[in-house]
T-cell receptor, first 113, second 115 residues
Framework: NAGVTQTPKFQVLKTGQSMTLQCAQDMNHEYMSWYRQDPGMGLRLIHYSVGAGITDQGEVPNGYNVSRSTTEDFPLRLLSAAPSQTSVYFC????????????FGSGTRLTVV | AQSVTQLGSHVSVSEGALVLLRCNYSSSVPPYLFWYVQYPNQGLQLLLKYTSAATLVKGINGFEAEFKKSETSFHLTKPSAHMSDAAEYFCAVSGSGGGADGLTFGKGTHLIIQP
């Protein structure tokens, strides 16, 4: 049971480049979400999904796109990377029962130069 | 909308001393509350959660937290600190969707253990 798998673990992008951060879970969780972690800011919600085909915006969605074509996968796309998107990104998943808590991946450290 | 405030970005205690990390929340609906721990260069691990079953919640590694509705607090405690407890701790709350719309996190408290 791998849990929540994020790839890549590290990435350096040039300003303006695009890329996709991958997230996959093998626990048949309905809920999935993406967060970014910045020093002194805690974790902030970017996008979330309550099931395949259903996504919505979180607190800081600008510059990011998501889709959820399967229960297992929830990729995060950066359309045109900016230095302000330098951060550590975490994907998380949960069962659709209130209060179960989220399982987190190990993160992707992204640097935009 | 909900929010979480963690008092103290850094807390330092001696090994063997009481650990107390403070968390206050605001929520327009009965909340689900969580404490997560993050070790350096790792993801977040769930320590414990409050889901209205009991106000005193016990978690892993000897941690516990008490939900106090009147104080809108969910402070994390451990009777005796160990060096391995040094980490970043996050308090989080889920919203009206019961977690469907993700979690709202506090800014975190870095716990330092002095030998």
């Amino acid at each position: 049971n791998a849990g929540v798998t994020q790839t890549p673990k590290f990435q350096v992008l040039k300003t303006g480049q695009s890329m996709t951060l991958q997230c996959a879970q093998d626990m048949n969780h309905e809920y999935m979400s993406w967060y970014r972690q910045d020093p002194g800011m805690g974790l902030r919600l970017i996008h979330y999904s309550v099931g395949a085909g259903i996504t919505d915006q979180g607190e800081v969605p600008n510059g990011y796109n998501v889709s959820r074509s399967t229960t297992e996968d929830f990729p995060l796309r950066l359309l045109s990377a900016a230095p302000s998107q330098t951060s550590v990104y975490f994907c998380a998943s949960s069962y659709s029962m209130a209060g179960r808590g989220y399982t987190f991946g190990s993160g992707t450290r992204l640097t935009v130069v | 909308a909900q929010s979480v405030t963690q008092l103290g970005s850094h807390v330092s205690v001696s090994e063997g001393a009481l650990v107390l990390l403070r968390c206050n929340y605001s929520s327009s609906v009965p909340p689900y509350l969580f404490w997560y721990v993050q070790y350096p260069n790792q993801g977040l691990q769930l320590l414990l959660k409050y889901t209205s079953a009991a106000t005193l919640v016990k978690g892993i590694n000897g941690f516990e937290a008490e939900f106090k509705k009147s104080e809108t607090s969910f402070h994390l405690t451990k009777p005796s600190a160990h060096m391995s407890d040094a980490a970043e701790y996050f308090c989080a709350v889920s919203g009206s969707g019961g977690g469907a719309d993700g979690l709202t996190f506090g800014k975190g408290t870095h716990l330092i253990i002095q030998p």
